[in-house]
């Protein structure tokens, strides 16, 4: 297992990390209450937090869905949350071009899962030496991460997250095979399990995605007790307002509790590197 640090945050050294935020930047005031707040929980329980959110999520189900405020200002606003706020902070890339203006700014990228096997976008984001979180496809076995692993290798960088997000199972639903998270973590690198979006209904509501937010828990629990090295959450102030994947993100008011239960079931777990 290779260990990544991103900024002050480790992953893959025996510790359970996070990455949180919301899906995607609504506003500069929102973007920084929720990281605030993040920042407070991650001081009071004295975990490693990754701040996430995205200034534009362009595999919207819809043309008239939310997609954020695009890459200048998108950009400008997580520079300031880091700046306040002291947490490393992740974003997702959808096109080559916009790789090196978002590492200027961001401690790490992320590859959406849909667009995982695109080699350009994969060489673009390894070129800039930022760590590198891979969304395993909905469409792609575990094994198959090897690909999208070994063209950020090509580059020269070995920081490499790799996340499960559950798999298509049939129409409008995902499962989430917990084998997929032992099967990514022999390709040698960290593995984050996404606890709200393999919660997801794809399309489900027709021109929006739907899901089953009660599902968050008790997954997240079973792949804590697996021994993953991470835990992704989209988290919000007031998820059913949210204006991107408001039937999953997880409320930001039950965060703290939560991310308690999941640190004492990894330390009861008693899961040492070796056994995972």
């Known amino acids: ?41 991650s001081e009071n329980l004295r975990i490693s937090v990754v701040f996430k959110a995205s200034y534009d999520k362009a595999n919207r189900t819809s043309i008239d869905s939310f997609r954020g405020p695009g890459l ?6 997580l520079a300031r949350v880091k700046e306040e706020t002291g947490l490393p902070v992740l974003t997702d890339i ?18 959406p899962a849909f667009l995982v096997r695109q080699t350009d976008l994969l060489l673009a984001a390894g070129r800039t030496g930022r760590p590198v979180n891979l969304k395993k496809a909905q469409f792609m076995g575990a094994s198959d991460m090897l690909h999208p692993v070994k063209k950020i290798e090509s580059t ?18 995902l499962v989430v095979d917990m084998r997929n998270l032992g099967l990514m973590r022999k390709i040698g690198y960290p593995v984050i399990f996404d606890a709200t979006h393999s ?19 008790p997954l997240a629990r079973a792949a804590v007790a697996f021994g993953v090295d991470g835990v992704f959450m989209e988290v919000h102030p007031s998820p059913q307002n949210a204006l991107s994947d408001s039937a999953t993100q997880f409320p930001l008011s039950e965060l703290e509790e939560f991310l308690k239960e999941l640190l004492e079931l990894h330390r009861v777990s ?3 590197r070796e056994d995972r």
Not at 6 to 17: C, E, N, T
Not at 167 to 173: A, I, Q, R
């Open 1 to 41: 297992m290779r260990p990544v640090r991103i900024d002050k945050a480790f992953f893959g050294d025996g510790r359970l990390s996070f990455i949180l935020g919301p899906c995607v930047i609504e506003s500069e005031s929102m973007a920084l209450e929720t990281a605030l707040a993040i920042r407070e929980i």
């Open 199 to 217: 919660v997801q209904s794809p399309g489900g509501l027709g021109s929006v995605s739907g899901g089953q937010r009660d599902f968050v828990r």
């Open 72 to 77: 200048s200002a998108g950009l400008e606003i």
């Open 156 to 173: 020269g960088n070995n920081q490499v997250l790799l996340t499960e997000r559950g798999t298509f199972f049939g129409y409008h639903d």
């Open 270 to 272: 008693g899961l040492s």
């Open 94 to 111: 959808h096109l080559p071009q916009e790789a090196d203006p978002a590492a200027r700014v961001v401690d790490a990228l992320q590859v």
